[in-house]
């Protein structure tokens, strides 16, 4: 069983071709919510303002030693994680 689209269209087809794509359909329900689980919240807590980040809260000066926009590595490994996990890397 396929567990990654391919491309853009699959899903389309998936759609239409009926019961015979249900469990390609449950793969990428499958893929999304590992990619939640893989994802790192906190980085996006930190860019709401709902949480710190390595100690940091957004919008406080960066951690010593640290560029200003310190926080964008994090949210880079972040994108990257969730693009693997739903196949799209």
Known sequence: MQTRW???GDFADALRNGTTDAQRLAALAEAAE???AAVEADVFAYLLGEGELDGKWHGEVA???KHP????THLRDT?????TALGDA
């Open 69 to 72: 926009l310190w926080w964008r």
């Open 34 to 36: 590992a990619a939640k």
């Open 79 to 83: 994108l990257t994680q969730l693009r």
């Open 6 to 8: 391919s491309k853009e």
């Open 63 to 65: 951690p010593e030693g």
